[in-house]
């Protein structure tokens, strides 16, 4: 690459700075930004959701609320989220990485401005017998002391330097919006974490329930056995269908373990730290957040985050671009030196200097075509994604109302097998009482209406777990 440099020099300082600061004035004005303007970029839009018309929970809709979690009815649950927002390590990172990038905007701004700096310097010299001395008083060995005011500015002529302001403001809008993504994130495991382990322990003790009154009902056919009215087949199968229930409840009573180590973590404490949970009757189906296409394109921090991406991008390229043309740079300088401080701006020691350089690239190689190519190519990589962010935020969507109409469905055939077995056990209660029916029947219709009601809590369970789903899925903003 062959630079070329112009060098001029003014009359005197002050018509040097004078000339200076119009010219830097006079190209700021007149500069332009060089590669494309961004502009959003159109997105597809369904003209629904879902292919299908689908019965949802309660069929009630509601615009999303900042703190969304409180439909749930539940203040032990609004004070867990609360707590974790303002203690989670993900979150107080991503506010940090926030800073950072603010931060470079604000340090890349600076470049529009002059650039002034200020010396002094004070130097012991001895020239030896062999060489004349600089001072009138023919002194070889003496102090020296120099000051000296700088002012450098190079003019944004081509726009490069607004380009990649640009370039670092949507990166910092990105990182705006990965906090928010942080944050509804964490807001929506918590929530989830919480409902599932008030599912799972309502779980547990349904049946450790059905456990119990299989056992008494295995000691009664153990008792009818000895006395001749059992066969011992009777009690194998008892004793088989025993063992299965209690083979399901590890599973469970590990599965609530680990969920309240998740929600302790999630709010920033340690696992052993014994949180005030929320019971599952205390929890209320909220009503589903209205979900519109266009509204997801707005408000879902991954699909913003996706475009911020896209606009630094497309800034990236006027970058690339400016760095190709012809850069401008204009300096001053007015200062003075002396043996001693006093002198050091006296008649005869004053120094000034006034410059104006051009730089041109002629030959690099290929080197700024490539890398203009290369942001070019980037650009069309963050075009895809975000094309790619959006069709996963409305796939998001369509999955959880899906999951939501199938969980409906199992719900209410959870409702009508406990109701049924519930009948059966109180029917086959009052019979007992009456004479009319055995113990071991009563046991075996308490164990299926048990039973029925820990398959009905999972199912309440799913249900809510899936409502979560779609508050996060429609991107419910958060308050700052």
């Not at 322990?201 to 153990?222: D, N």
Request: aromatic share 6%.
């Amino acid at each position: 690459m062959k630079n070329i440099t112009l060098s001029g020099f003014a009359a005197s300082p002050i018509s040097a700075c004078a000339a200076l600061c119009a010219a830097a004035v006079s190209l700021a004005l007149a500069g332009c930004a060089a590669g494309p303007d961004y502009a959003t970029p159109a997105t597809p839009l369904p003209a629904a959701l879902t292919r299908d018309a689908l019965q949802l929970p309660g069929q009630q809709t509601a615009p999303v609320s900042s703190r969304w979690w409180k439909a749930f009815g539940s203040p032990q649950l609004d004070a867990l989220v609360d707590e974790a927002l303002a203690q989670s390590p993900t979150v107080a990172a991503a506010r940090a990485t926030l800073r950072a990038a603010q931060e470079s905007v604000a340090a890349q701004r600076g470049a529009f401005f002059p650039q002034v700096q200020l010396s002094q310097a004070n130097t012991r010299q001895n020239t030896g017998k062999t060489q004349q001395s600089p001072l009138n008083s023919g002194d070889t060995v003496f102090n020296y002391r120099t000051a000296q005011l700088s002012v450098g500015y190079t003019p944004d002529l081509f726009g490069g330097n607004r380009r990649q302001v640009e370039s670092l403001e949507a990166s910092a809008e990105q990182q705006r919006w990965q906090l928010e993504g942080a944050r509804q994130a964490l807001a929506s495991n918590l929530v989830g974490a919480v409902l599932q382990a008030a599912s799972l322990k309502e779980q547990v003790e349904q049946t450790g329930q059905a456990v119990e009154a299989m056992q008494e009902q295995l000691r009664v056919m153990r008792k009818l056995q000895r006395s001749g009215y059992a066969s011992g087949l009777d009690v194998a199968t008892q004793e088989n269908l025993l063992s299965q229930v209690q083979q399901a409840l590890p599973p469970l009573q590990k599965q609530l373990e680990q969920t309240r180590n998740l929600v302790a973590v999630l709010t920033g404490r340690t696992p052993d730290a014994k949180l005030p949970l929320p019971s599952l009757k205390d929890l209320a189906v909220p009503p589903l957040p209205q979900a519109v296409p266009s509204q997801l394109v707005a408000q879902r921090p991954d699909v913003r985050a996706a475009e911020s991406a896209l606009h630094a991008a497309s800034a990236a390229i006027g970058v690339a671009q400016a760095a190709r043309l012809p850069q401008l740079s204009l300096t001053a300088a007015y200062g003075g030196g002396a043996t001693n401080f006093g002198s050091m701006f006296s008649a005869g020691n004053v120094v000034w200097s006034a410059a104006a350089g051009l730089l041109a690239p002629v030959f690099d190689g290929g080197t700024l075509a490539a890398r203009q190519r290369a942001a070019e190519a980037q650009y069309d990589a963050a075009a895809a994604s975000y094309r790619g962010a959006v069709l996963t935020a409305f796939q998001n969507v369509a999955d959880t109302l899906y999951a939501l109409s199938i969980d409906q469905r199992a719900l209410q055939a959870a409702d009508a097998s406990m109701a049924a077995t519930r009948a059966s056990y109180e029917l086959t209660r009052t019979q007992l009482d009456r004479g009319y029916a055995s113990r071991p029947s009563m046991l075996a219709a308490q164990q299926a209406w048990l039973q029925a009601s820990a398959a009905r809590t999972a199912a309440y369970g799913t249900l809510l777990g899936d409502s979560v789903a779609l508050y996060q899925a429609v991107g419910a903003p958060l308050e700052p």
